[in-house]
């Protein structure tokens, strides 16, 4: 090393979304234990360490350890220092607010008119005007309303702000496919001239000329390297929508790329109903976009002390939310029915896991090749029979009404794999009270299962009400949809949160939900309730939502971990609507004194077939 050459610098890597330390020759040792300091990142050679930039951010307090400080020692890539700096100095400004708990706000609504620029012409509600006036009082920010908020429309109103102030040029929008329609929309409603938005198409890069580019979850990975350089060639400002999605920070893939980009913008915004579906990490890793190196150090200290409350007046300064209470929403009823398993369904479960009757144990290697896996023991709680192949990946389950004699002499896996004929499941017997109960009232319903092939079978069960049905397979979703709406022989929509938690409105047309079974994701179950409860419901509308449970199942551990994972997203987030969630009130079963005669007699009713 010569006396002009510095013994370490820091720059850019070519993609622009991590930071590269280069020692001189001779210090491969010193390097060594400097990289020790930070969590393994990209490739490493003994006069390199690659270091994403959020980890970079928090741990610069290590580069104080690398022992060469002298003049011209360690030297920085002019852009990546400027945007060190930067990022500290919002940093200092969020601490600040987050130490003086400052509520006032140095933008008020009053004075949007002037801030918006004269190209915004689009109408806000008063609840909207906060909003945004709150966002313009901070460098960066989140947004935590609940759906029907306008959270888009605020969006875009902070990014017409910023560029009226000079401060931003484009707008990279992450979200989901589902929510391109809503921003293209959007973009073209509020500005007299319309800013040109395209989305990011598959295998290619930004068009030339793009102000608004919006690009989905899933192909931010692979385009990382053109965002990374469409951001950086003019100030920039960058959305995320449902920013939930990228709950698991740099440990997930989505999470590691938007905390890459993050940096590279101007003004960085995210925007989630549901910040925090799995408690304080997922918060952690969402503000820690906002404020990289700086946020997950907020909340972690904020929560430490188990004072909810206290974490939800300290973090306040840092968010806003417009409540359902706010959006003047018919109150809404949520109550959970306990159902008790038939005997065959009861044996078999127990044995599933581990529980073995005298009649189990002559399958008990059968019964341990299913496994007890998460979603295997939620399948088991509807039915058994759905852990079985089928004719078919989907086919719905045969069951038989009335059902066969069950033979004493067969083996209880023997009768597992013939279970639809000797017993009815209960849970799809409750939602059928439910759905009949509904129906003779004029009432749509909607019943949500983590599983496909329970929908296909609730399909032929509930015939009679001529279902509508969208999965991840379904090819005409819209048309199946436009059906429920439209049809008034329609009653049902069979679907599953994971297709339909997001991005479509039914409140219009139903009022009713009922969950066959749910899964750990808090996130997917208030996503899911949104589709029927949001803004637009007349304030007469009464809005109804059965949970439906297998008594002594891994349902019931489901029903305690959901409610302790709303509990705190209700408290920190100061929103009784999500405590409400947290603590469903239980009722009777509705079909529980049916035995199968009843539901013969109920299905010839309703004209099925004897054989469904």
Known sequence: MTAAEPSLEIAFDVTRTRAVLRAAPGLEADLTRLASRF?????????????????????????????????????WEEALAALVGGVLDDADTAEQRLRTSDQTHSVVPDSLADRLGPDWLADLTDFQRRDIAQLLSMQHGANFSVPGAGKTRVGLAVYSAMRARGDVRRLLVVSPKSAYESWLYESTVCF????????????????????????????????????????????????????????????????????????????RLILSGTPAPNGARDLENLLSFVWPGHGRRVVTQAVAGGDLAHASTVLRPLFTRTTKKELGLPPFTTRIRYVEMPPIHRE?????????????????????????????????????????????????LAYLVPPLEVPQTDSLYALMRRLPSYEFSPKYKEALSIVAENAAKGRKTIVWSTFVRSLTTMEELFSAYQPALVHGSTKDRESQ???????????????????????????????DAVYVDRDFTAGRFLQSLD??????????????????????????????????????MGRILDDPSVQQLADLEEEPSLAGGMDMVDVQALLAHLGTRDHV
């Open 531 to 568: 589709r029927i409860h949001r803004l637009g419901l007349a304030p007469d509308k009464e809005t109804r939502v059965t949970v439906l449970a297998s008594e002594a199942s891994i349902d019931e551990v489901v029903a305690l971990r959901l409610q302790e994972k709303l509990e705190f």
């Open 348 to 396: 078999v479960y127990d044995a599933l896991i581990g529980q073995y009757s005298a009649r189990a144990e002559a399958g008990r290697d059968s019964f341990d090749a299913l496994g007890k896996a998460m979603l295997r023991l939620l399948m088991a709680a509807t039915s058994p029979a759905l852990l079985l192949e089928g004719e078919s990946r989907y086919s719905p």
């Open 192 to 267: 007299r001239e319309p800013p040109v938005a395209r989305v990011l198409e598959m295998g290619q890069g930004p068009v030339a000329g793009t102000e608004i580019l919006l690009v989905n979850y899933e192909r931010l990975d692979k385009s990382l390297t053109a965002l990374a350089a469409w951001l950086s060639a003019a100030p920039s400002m960058i959305i995320l929508d449902e920013a939930h999605r990228m709950k698991l920070g740099a440990q997930g893939i989505y999470g590691s790329a938007c905390m890459a980009l993050g940096p590279l913008s101007r003004r």
């Open 39 to 75: 969590p393994a990142g990209g490739s490493r050679t003994p006069l390199s360490v690659e270091v994403e930039l959020d980890d970079l951010l928090t741990g610069l307090d290590a580069l104080a350890n690398w022992p060469h400080q002298g003049p011209g020692d360690v030297t």
């Open 481 to 511: 949809i436009k059906r429920f709406r439209e049809d008034p022989d329609c009653y049902v929509l069979l679907s599953n949160p994971a297709t339909l938690g997001e991005g479509i409105s039914l409140h219009h047309e139903c009022n």
